[in-house]
């Protein structure tokens, strides 16, 4: 298992600042709040320190950022509410009993939207992505086995309003997965 720092860099958020003008609340590190998604420089570097591990202390980051302990723990925590980052253990599928994955294609009738946000409501798919080209969306599924799999796609996902037709890409084997793609 390892941890994982996830950034979504499309999340447009405020409240990341402070109204002394510091970006932390802490008075130190100065300048403007990050806006319209975009991460100041000391909010990058945290979460590139993060995603190196997950684990690493408080204390080891505000080092390597030039910030203090205190600062950096307030800044983590505000990235966390605003949806820009999490901290998660993340698996290897089939080492934990997840057996069958797939990626799932789908046409849509009527407002691609629409029947994303169906999808995404759905607890047992883990990913849903909107997409250009043969497929209006993708989701990905991971399942115990391929029964459960069947039944997800059978039962729940081509009887979704909206979902025209699928078609389904099985996993063979997991070869990398990462999320080490740092701030840019």
């Known amino acids: 298992m390892r941890d994982a720092v996830t950034s979504d860099r499309a999340t447009s958020r405020s409240g990341l600042g402070s109204k002394d003008g510091s970006r932390d609340g802490s008075g130190e590190g100065g300048g403007s709040s990050p806006s319209a998604g975009v991460l100041d420089d000391i909010n990058k570097s945290i979460v590139e320190e993060l995603q190196q591990d997950g684990r690493r202390t408080y204390g080891s980051i505000a080092t390597a950022v030039g910030l203090s302990e205190a600062a950096v723990r307030q800044r983590v925590q505000k990235m966390r509410d ?25 046409r849509a009738d009527g407002d691609a939207r629409e029947v994303a946000d169906r999808l995404a409501a759905i607890d047992a798919i883990d990913y849903v992505v909107m997409v ?41 084997k997991l070869k990398k997965q990462t999320y080490t793609w740092g701030t840019r």
């Open 82 to 106: 605003a949806g820009v980052m999490q901290i998660v253990a993340v698996t290897d599928p089939l080492q934990v009993g997840f057996r069958s994955q797939a990626m799932v294609g789908i």
């Open 132 to 172: 250009t080209g043969s497929y209006d969306i993708l989701v990905e599924l991971v399942c115990e086995d391929e029964d459960r799999l069947l039944d997800l796609i059978n039962g729940v996902i081509r009887q979704t309003p909206g979902v025209r037709d699928t078609e389904i890409f099985m996993y063979l």
